[in-house]
């Protein structure tokens, strides 16, 4: 069945360093949304991706969906302490989600 | 106002019992859904409904049965529960099911079974 897997499933960053996590799907995905997840809290929804090749920017967020539609990035640039969570690609229709990338920032 | 909203948020029982978590959602959105998040943090998806109707029903045991009364409302029963159930259950609704929908998920259901 549709596989959507995500790497690194950890990732420990001082403050001020870089962040990316990666999303591949073993099929073409007609869109791709990501959702964050802070520690005891709920997904929220952050981004949606529909064009191959698209890159869009929240602020130290850049969203980056592959040319052929199967693997999505989200780069976070110079981390703080509230980019804390799990990060979650989702694709199928939106309610196929990846397998998460935790994130913790180290003051 | 809360826009998905679940009850219980926590909930304690012993194994065999049966159990029920309600959710209701405000945002007039056709479609719900209830995924499971287990210990590791994978979030999948078990059922969805849209407008009353069942559209998605993952490989779930068949002692979990979804039930929505009305498009604003889609409640889990839970019978015999297995140790195995323990997890953090989410409520979701968006406004359909096809295509891109952004999803609005609920405070979430820690459910121990003992």
């Known amino acids: 069945g549709q596989q959507v897997m995500q790497i690194p499933q950890y990732q420990h960053v001082q403050e001020g360093e870089d962040f990316t996590t990666y999303c591949n799907s073993s099929t073409t995905l007609s869109n791709i949304q990501w959702y964050k997840q802070r520690p005891g809290g709920h997904p929220v929804f952050l981004i949606q991706l529909v064009k191959s090749g698209e890159v869009k920017k929240q602020k130290r967020l850049t969203f980056q969906f592959g040319e052929a539609k199967k693997n999505s990035s989200l780069h976070i640039t110079a981390t703080q302490t509230t980019d804390v969570g799990t990060y979650f690609c989702?694709?199928?229709?939106?309610?196929?989600f990846g397998t998460g990338t935790r994130l913790k920032v180290l003051a | 106002d809360t826009a998905v909203s679940q009850t219980p948020k926590y909930l304690v029982t012993q194994m065999g019992n049966d159990k029920s978590i309600k959710c209701e959602q405000n945002l007039g959105h056709d479609t719900m859904y209830w995924y499971k998040q287990d210990s590791k943090k994978f979030l999948k998806i078990m059922f969805s409904?849209?407008?009353?109707?069942?559209?998605i029903n993952e490989t779930v045991p068949n002692r979990f049965s979804p039930k929505s009364p009305d498009k604003a409302h889609l409640n889990l029963h839970i019978n015999s529960l297995e140790l195995g159930d323990s997890a953090v259950y989410f409520c979701a609704s968006s406004q359909g099911y096809q295509g891109a929908n952004t999803q609005y998920f609920g405070p979430g259901t820690r459910l121990t079974v003992l």
């Open positions: 409904y849209n407008n009353k109707e069942l559209i």
């Open positions: 989702a694709g199928i229709d939106g309610y196929i």
